[in-house]
């Protein structure tokens, strides 16, 4: 048995521990480039707080809240641009999965020439980055918890990931406090990708011991909690239990990556801007019922952990979740049409060729049609 597991990443979770941020960003720097989303951290008032944690660890704060929900490359090298010309020491993201990302690409840039694009697809490579520390405030991309940083190409709907060890977060700030002013929908959301993330990471062909470790675990505090939060906002155990369960996930996919669904998905939001989460509440359950095949031990597995018996019972036990949690959805409702699928499968193909070999069943181009039209 040979595997290597590598995730230098300081992880600081619990109520409370926002606090710690200044004491904690005044190793890498005395100015940092903050960056946000465009509203909900200002109105809840976390950005507000951070900034006055920050000041009192005597650390200056620029603030770059241009980021959108599935973060554009063009909008990383903007925040990298303001990181020089304010010659900022560190980068602070604070918000969900699509914040985190750019922050992460944003320090990547900053310390290297070209296009994103190329470093995203290996014609170039770097171990280069700026230190990088996250605070999220959805439980869903697990983002604080890997190499990764997806983006979207505005010029041909590419979606796909920034992959290097230089932006591990040098530090990650897990408050489940601040998960508590999501609405219900986000909710939702984030916490099906995050059950996504740990059942593609235990099932990947790609996966070890310690992914399956984690991931299973990750499984059961989701499907046990996840419904109970969503019905709860005030049960301060379960939120606890998903925002870890988030950052497993982001941890597992870092070392055994994704399968067919979010191979799938990106093209599916990065052709339409899709909530990403509602993209892969449509191709979910239909992957699953064209994959457990491939292996039935981990789908039993998942379908005992979820409550259920054999692997065959996972797609149903998926598609009871997804409607407990208001998630329900088909990629018609969500835009998507027929005459869209040769350009999705083309695209997957193309962006997703690794999450394609890592599911348990391989499929053909033909068979990710069909499976692309079962989700309509």
Same mark, same amino acid.
């Given at each position: 048995?040979?595997?290597?597991?590598?995730?230098?990443?300081?992880?600081?979770?619990?109520?409370?521990?926002?606090?710690?941020?200044?004491?904690?960003?005044?190793? &890498?720097?005395?100015? $940092?480039?903050? +960056?946000?989303?465009?509203?909900?951290?200002?109105?809840?008032?976390?950005?507000?707080?951070?900034?006055?944690?920050?000041?009192?660890?005597?650390?200056?704060?620029?603030?770059?809240?241009?980021? %959108?929900?599935?973060?554009?490359?063009?909008?990383?090298?903007?925040?990298?641009?303001?990181?020089?010309?304010?010659?900022?020491?560190?980068?602070?993201?604070?918000?969900?999965? #699509?914040?985190?990302?750019?922050?992460?690409? *944003?320090?990547?840039?900053?310390? /290297?020439?070209?296009?994103?694009?190329?470093?995203?697809?290996?014609?170039?490579?770097?171990?280069?980055?700026?230190?990088?520390?996250?605070?999220?405030?959805?439980?869903?991309?697990?983002?604080?918890?890997?190499?990764?940083?997806?983006?979207? /190409?505005? %010029?041909?709907?590419?979606?796909?990931?920034?992959?290097?060890?230089?932006?591990?977060?040098? #530090?990650?700030?897990?408050?489940?406090?601040?998960?508590?002013?999501?609405?219900?929908?986000?909710?939702?959301?984030?916490?099906?990708?995050?059950?996504?993330? /740990?059942?593609?990471?235990?099932?990947?062909?790609? @996966?070890?011991?310690?992914?399956?470790?984690?991931?299973? &675990?990750?499984?059961?505090?989701?499907?046990?909690?996840? +419904?109970?939060?969503?019905?709860?906002?005030? &049960? *301060?155990?379960?939120?606890?239990?998903?925002?870890?369960?988030?950052?497993?996930?982001?941890? +597992?996919?870092?070392?055994?990556?994704?399968?067919? @669904?979010?191979?799938?998905?990106?093209?599916?939001?990065?052709?339409?801007?899709?909530?990403?989460?509602?993209?892969?509440?449509?191709?979910?359950?239909?992957?699953?019922?064209?994959?457990? +095949?491939?292996?039935? $031990?981990?789908?039993?597995?998942?379908?005992?952990?979820?409550?259920?018996?054999?692997?065959?019972?996972?797609?149903?036990?998926?598609?009871?979740?997804?409607?407990?949690?208001?998630? %329900?959805?088909?990629?018609?409702?969500?835009?998507?049409?027929?005459?869209?699928?040769?350009?999705?499968? %083309?695209?997957?193909?193309?962006?997703?060729?690794?999450?394609?070999?890592? /599911?348990?069943?391989?499929?053909? &181009?033909?068979?990710?049609?069909?499976?692309?039209?079962?989700?309509?």
């Amino acid at each position: 048995m040979n595997f290597n597991y590598y995730l230098p990443v300081n992880l600081i979770f619990g109520c409370g521990v926002i606090e710690t941020a200044g004491n904690v960003a005044k190793k &890498y720097g005395i100015k $940092a480039l903050v +960056v946000t989303g465009k509203a909900s951290t200002k109105k809840t008032g976390l950005l507000d707080k951070i900034i006055t944690i920050l000041k009192k660890s005597e650390i200056s704060s620029v603030c770059f809240d241009e980021v %959108e929900p599935n973060p554009l490359t063009t909008t990383a090298h903007k925040a990298a641009e303001i990181i020089k010309a304010q010659n900022c020491d560190m980068v602070i993201g604070v918000g969900g999965g #699509s914040i985190m990302d750019c922050a992460k690409a *944003a320090a990547f840039i900053a310390c /290297n020439d070209g296009d994103i694009n190329d470093y995203i697809f290996n014609k170039k490579t770097s171990e280069k980055a700026l230190p990088v520390i996250l605070i999220p405030t959805t439980c869903g991309t697990g983002s604080e918890g890997n190499g990764f940083a997806v983006l979207t /190409n505005p %010029e041909n709907g590419d979606k796909k990931s920034l992959r290097c060890n230089a932006i591990v977060p040098k #530090s990650s700030i897990i408050d489940p406090d601040c998960m508590k002013t999501m609405p219900k929908h986000i909710l939702a959301s984030v916490g099906f990708d995050a059950l996504c993330h /740990n059942i593609e990471a235990y099932t990947s062909k790609i @996966a070890q011991p310690f992914t399956d470790i984690l991931s299973l &675990y990750a499984i059961k505090l989701i499907s046990d909690d996840l +419904v109970n939060v969503y019905n709860d906002p005030d &049960y *301060a155990e379960g939120w606890n239990n998903i925002t870890l369960a988030s950052t497993i996930g982001g941890m +597992v996919i870092n070392t055994a990556g994704v399968t067919l @669904a979010h191979g799938m998905e990106h093209p599916v939001s990065g052709l339409k801007n899709v909530v990403h989460g509602k993209g892969l509440a449509a191709l979910t359950p239909v992957v699953t019922e064209a994959s457990y +095949v491939g292996n039935t $031990a981990k789908y039993t597995q998942i379908a005992k952990t979820m409550g259920g018996n054999e692997a065959a019972d996972c797609p149903r036990i998926i598609r009871k979740l997804l409607k407990a949690i208001d998630l %329900e959805c088909t990629l018609s409702e969500l835009g998507i049409q027929e005459k869209d699928i040769p350009w999705l499968t %083309e695209n997957c193909i193309k962006v997703s060729s690794a999450n394609i070999a890592n /599911n348990p069943v391989v499929f053909s &181009y033909e068979e990710i049609v069909e499976l692309y039209k079962k989700s309509l």
